[in-house]
């Protein structure tokens, strides 16, 4: 007897809580100017969304958790401000005002990212307008820093004079002026009070490329050049990387699907380098910014955000169905193939540097990029002065440092004794370890930490410099990177040893990136203490120093022994599945 076999019908995934709180936001802005006008020291669970397209974070004090089990005591609530800074760059004017609202605003100290932006921690709910106010009083902005759009455009900080650098500057800029949010919320919300535009409705039309419900999830974007990735190209949503012929650049390698987010226990997300889609002029560049991010917009995934980047859709479809798609239904000329365009260096921009305009750029390493003062280390008090005295441009690295611009060589006698007399160690007084190393926030501030970061890392290098002094690498550039949580926002996926938090004083240990970060590094081994984290990386390093072929990184030496000769040499099992 036949038997009813149909098919059931096909339904279309639901979509996310955050998709239905984009709809329906007013073009992103909800409840956000009433509640900060009701005198509440938070915002809804709604508003913590939108909040993040305008550039902040609602946040709480975890250091502050141990009194809450005092009568009356609540969670203490603050806010991160995170600015747009394509490139990384301001004026001298500029950082002079942001140093000041530190101070006026924020918990006394500058935070540069891994995105070549500016962070302010500590501020309450109400100083959070006026600070926006205060922060584009002076021309920067911190609209689309956060959320679910293109964020800060990276590109080499380095004030060469020569066309390449100048470019990628350039279109840094262009790029993310043509990707920002084009909604009058930001104006309305921050800006000019009550005053309501007629994009409050939701018409179509106000957001061109976006659409009222913007993006999947966030987007990174860079420019950055063969001979220096110092912006990690291979990490971001889009890259473009220069072909340079003759000292000009004549095209870019459009680079798409970088990200290194994932979750724990969620085998299905994970780290993903960039992979070439094709090959674009320089005019077309912006074009092309444009119709990656449609491609995002349209075929991301909106029901579940811990796989919404697009480096799921480039991993799950595949580069060359991408490119067909990209071809038919945005990009209207024909797909040049990309070119073979190698990684062959990394610069961290250190020390004293001519522009090639007559002028010189400083630059300086930062721990783990916090700015202050911490007894005689007066590292906020002293770049104030220099950048005061003598006018000096300021810019961010993708390693969390600072660049010093603009100083004319008689004026370098005067900054180099400025950086003795407030304690602040020239680079090339400091290890390379130390350099090279990179940590998140964390916390107290970040509400997705499960282990501590930025004030974990530093005494461990003090640990690791010691080590590498012991067996003689002092020379070698060894990145060590550490994140509070498996979102890797220090990028510990391609680094050459990678520590992320996993539990108390626990991380999931990685090894086998590199400085290039053109190659993920491995899993080693999951839930290692802090102390083992020191002891393995002792012995893998010993035995790296007589194993090692001439001119073999670190990360290179690991990937060619393997997972499994590595967990042997320490006497571990095979790591599994995290």
Not at 467 to 478: S, W, Y
């Amino acid at each position: 007897m036949a038997t009813d076999t149909a098919t059931p019908p096909t339904t279309e995934p639901k979509l996310s809580e955050v998709e239905g709180i984009k709809t329906a936001s007013r073009w992103l802005r909800g409840t956000l100017a009433d509640e900060m006008a009701s005198g509440a020291d938070h915002f809804n669970e709604e508003s913590k969304q939108l909040l993040k397209f305008h550039g902040s974070y609602q946040q709480e004090d975890r250091d502050a958790r141990k009194n809450r089990d005092k009568a009356g005591v609540g969670k203490h609530y603050m806010f991160m401000i995170r600015l747009k800074l394509p490139g990384g760059v301001m004026s001298a004017d500029q950082y002079l005002a942001m140093d000041e609202i530190a101070d006026k605003h924020a918990n006394g100290t500058l935070r540069l990212t891994t995105r070549q932006s500016i962070q302010f921690h500590g501020i309450v709910m109400g100083n959070l307008k006026q600070s926006i106010q205060d922060i584009n009083a002076v021309l920067i902005s911190t609209l689309g820093a956060c959320g679910d759009v293109n964020r800060n455009v990276m590109a080499c900080p380095a004030p060469l004079n020569d066309q390449p650098h100048q470019e990628a500057q350039r279109l840094a800029h262009e790029i993310a002026a043509h990707l920002a949010p084009k909604s009058n919320a930001y104006h309305d919300v921050w800006l000019n009070g009550v005053k309501q535009s007629p994009d409050a409705e939701q018409e179509d039309g106000v957001e061109p490329i976006y659409g009222k419900v913007y993006l999947p999830r966030k987007f990174k974007a860079c420019v950055s050049l063969p001979q220096d990735n110092c912006v990690d190209l291979y990490a971001n949503d889009l890259g473009f990387l220069a072909a340079i012929e003759n000292g000009k650049t004549v095209g870019y390698n459009v680079v798409i699907g970088g990200g290194f987010g994932r979750t724990s226990g969620k085998p299905d997300t994970f780290p993903h380098l960039g992979q070439a889609l094709c090959f674009v002029k320089p005019e077309e560049v912006v074009a092309a910014s444009e119709a990656v991010i449609k491609f995002f917009r349209d075929h991301g995934n909106r029901a579940n955000r811990k796989r919404a980047r697009l480096k799921y859709v480039v991993h799950d479809m595949g580069i060359a169905k991408v490119r067909e798609i990209f071809q038919e239904k945005y990009w209207d000329k024909p797909l040049v193939s990309p070119r073979d365009l190698p990684i062959t260096g990394v610069d961290l921009h250190h020390g004293w540097h001519p522009q090639g305009n007559g002028k010189w750029f400083l630059g300086l390493s930062v721990e783990n990029g916090r700015i202050k003062d911490d007894g005689s280390y007066r590292l906020r008090s002293g770049i104030r002065e220099i950048v005061k005295r003598f006018k000096a441009g300021a810019r961010v690295t993708g390693q969390q440092d600072l660049l010093i611009c603009d100083i004319s060589t008689a004026d370098r006698p005067a900054v180099d004794s400025l950086l003795n007399e407030y304690g602040i160690p020239k680079p090339e007084t400091l290890s390379l370890v130390q350099k090279w190393s990179m940590a998140c926030p964390a916390i107290p501030t970040c509400g997705l930490a499960i282990t501590e970061s930025e004030r974990a890392l530093p005494g461990m290098i003090d640990q690791m410099e010691g080590i590498v002094n012991e067996l003689g690498l002092v020379d070698e550039a060894i990145s060590i990177r550490m994140t509070g949580c498996p979102n890797g926002c220090a990028r510990p996926y391609n680094s050459d040893i990678g520590l992320v938090g996993r539990t108390g004083e626990k991380y999931t240990m990685f090894v086998g990136g590199t400085t290039r970060g053109d190659q993920l590094n491995f899993l080693l081994q999951d839930l290692v203490h802090r102390d083992k984290v020191l002891e393995y990386s002792k012995t893998l390093l010993g035995l790296y120093k007589t194993e090692r072929k001439s001119g073999e990184p670190f990360g290179d030496w690991c990937q060619r022994k393997g997972v499994a000769s590595l967990c042997g040499i320490l006497n571990l099992p095979l790591p599994k599945a995290i």
